[in-house]
């Protein structure tokens, strides 16, 4: 950031006073400008034993495979968001939506809400950040070319949990090690 939002004038990042880290704040009118996390919100949905995948049709990871994800907008609750991106991306509509899992992606700052529900009535198709959308049994499912990590892993939890017949709501963090590999650690 160099330039103040309210005023006009240059920015400087520095830690204002009564805070501990540094903020953007302005030169000339003292505004301080925080810079929080992006709240993604997507969703896991089901239609008869099968979960919608879209591959992507925008960057990051152009052509690979993800659940429909994305940026929730102002003035909009989480599930709406989930349900809002699996309506763009996949022209899909969710049902019976509930909070799957909280995942903190702290090394891009972003926090990721899924959810869990069932496609209404087994349609989808490509929406315009979406290449192709299709219905995917577990083991059809194209592991190594799924988008994010996060995905992954939720999915991957989600068919143990099926499997068993129970699910749980999932809290956790992503972690990037030095050598660019993630894991992710479960809080429960």
């Given amino acids: ?19 501990n880290l540094p903020r953007h704040v302005c030169d000339a009118c003292g505004t301080i400008h925080y810079l929080n996390p992006k709240i993604v919100a997507g969703c896991i949905l089901e239609w008869q034993d099968r979960i919608l995948l879209c591959r992507r049709a925008i960057e990051p990871r152009y052509g690979f495979w993800t659940l429909p994800a994305g940026f929730m907008e102002n003035d909009e609750s989480a599930m709406a968001a989930a349900a809002r991106e699996a309506l763009e991306e996949a022209r899909a509509v969710g049902e019976n939506l509930k909070l799957y ?5 702290i090394h891009v700052s972003q926090v990721y809400l ?6 209404k009535d087994g349609h989808a198709s490509p929406g ?9 049994a577990e083991q059809e499912i194209p592991w190594d070319q799924i988008a994010f990590t996060v995905v992954h892993e939720t999915l991957r939890q989600y068919f143990v949990e099926r499997r068993s017949g129970v699910f749980h709501t999932h ?8 050598n660019h590999q993630f894991r992710i650690e479960r809080y429960y």
Avoid: T, W
């Avoid at 315009?128 to 995917?136: C, D, I, M, N, T």
């Fill in 101 to 105: 899992g909280v995942y903190s992606l």
């Fill in 1 to 19: 950031m160099k330039f103040c939002s309210q005023c006009g004038a240059s920015v400087s990042l520095r830690v204002p006073e009564g805070d």
């Fill in 114 to 119: 899924m959810f869990r529900g069932e496609l």
């Fill in 171 to 178: 809290l956790g963090d992503i972690i990037r090690d030095g």
């Fill in 128 to 136: 315009h950040e979406s290449l192709e959308v299709g219905l995917y």
